[in-house]
């Protein structure tokens, strides 16, 4: 017998969003591990906002939106709030009732200003990184370090030299004639994102407005440690990996760290034993005078495992260039990628600790 469709418009509904997700979704154990860390954050929340005044939208509910707009690839807060809107499985994630209402998306934009101020973004990906360390999926002793160029969100008809202070050419989408004009960082810069640099991978790359993000991951789950943004000036891998390291390593003992060939030159492996670490550079043969590192370090069997797990790192940079939207950003300006940027680490480590069922042992 066939079946008539019967339209109900409204209707009273006495479940709660709980009962509408299964029990084997995959953002129960993520929900989890995100609620353990936001009430360890609780303290640095009540220190952020006044005891007086109109109350804002809960910080914890900001941060779970914005995870959700990583795990999601969402990539504007209007479509995140219109899909909280709809959605009864966001709604359970943030802890929405049906029938609460939702902010609307200019406020939501408004009150990230206040937690792009501050350093939560490193603070949450410090206490998921805790909770890794105590389900004992982290090495306390290897390590890798890699970067990769995050593409500006800027064009670059708008790289002009510094000193052009003629008025803009008219219309929303001029042309512009390059021919004759020697574009470097050093005389131009953009006037859309005055932080990107113009740089390219290699000779057989393009230039273009960029970023530098860089990564430091252990090596037993490829869950990540630590990570910054910064410009891409051709240096920042080295400093940046350098820093990186100071942080995590500790005095007491040795530990080993992993990079490609970019990172093969003397400055950086003497600054990496005086911070007491083996670096396992992949030897760069090619260069003039040679690899700087030799046999002694090349030898042992730690280093050849070293090469190869080293190689996880680039899932980490394909899955935010994916999933996270980060092969070319949304934001403008170094403070503000590098925030993003974090939480979108974060967002990888609560997916990685969750395909190693954190949550169920």
Request: net charge positive.
């Amino acid at each position: 017998m066939r079946g008539f469709e019967q339209q109900t418009d409204a209707m009273f509904v006495y479940l709660s969003p709980e009962s509408f997700v299964p029990k084997e979704h995959p953002l129960r154990p993520i929900r989890k591990m995100v609620d353990e860390a936001l009430n360890k954050l609780s303290p640095v929340f009540s220190q952020m906002y006044s005891h007086t005044g109109r109350p804002s939208i809960p910080p914890e509910r900001m941060l779970k939106a914005m995870l959700l707009q990583v795990l999601y690839s969402i990539p504007s807060n209007t479509k995140l709030v219109e899909q909280i809107h709809f959605s009864i499985l966001f709604r359970w994630f943030l802890g929405l009732g049906l029938d609460e209402p939702v902010w609307d998306h200019s406020s939501f934009s408004k009150n990230q200003e206040r937690l792009l101020q501050t350093d939560i973004a490193a603070r949450f990906l410090s206490e998921v990184v805790e909770q890794a360390k105590c389900k004992k999926l982290l090495s306390a002793e290897h390590f890798s370090v890699d970067g990769t160029l995050i593409q500006a969100w800027a064009s670059i008809k708008s790289f002009k030299a510094k000193d052009d202070d003629g008025d803009p050419p008219a219309g929303k989408n001029p042309t512009r004639d390059f021919r004759g004009e020697k574009l470097v960082n050093e005389t131009h810069a953009s006037t859309t994102d005055p932080e990107a640099k113009l740089y390219r991978k290699s000779n057989t790359h393009e230039a273009r407005l960029s970023y530098a993000a860089h990564l430091v991951t252990e090596n037993r789950n490829g869950l990540v440690i630590t990570s910054t943004v910064t410009e891409a000036d051709g240096l920042a891998e080295r400093a940046a990996a350098t820093a990186m390291i100071a942080k995590v390593a500790p005095r007491k003992r040795r530990i080993t760290v992993a990079v490609d060939k970019n990172y093969d030159t003397k400055g950086f492996v003497k600054a990496m034993r005086e911070l007491k670490v083996t670096p396992h550079v992949a030897q760069n043969t090619e260069r003039r005078g040679g690899s700087a590192i030799d046999g002694r370090t090349t030898r042992h069997s730690g280093y050849a495992a070293s090469q190869k797990v080293r190689k996880r790192i680039e899932e980490v940079f394909g899955w935010l260039k994916t999933v996270g939207l980060f092969r070319q950003t949304r934001y403008r300006g170094v403070s503000k990628i590098n925030w993003y940027f974090t939480l979108a680490v974060t967002a990888y480590n609560l997916v990685r600790m969750r395909n190693l069922a954190v949550s169920t042992t």
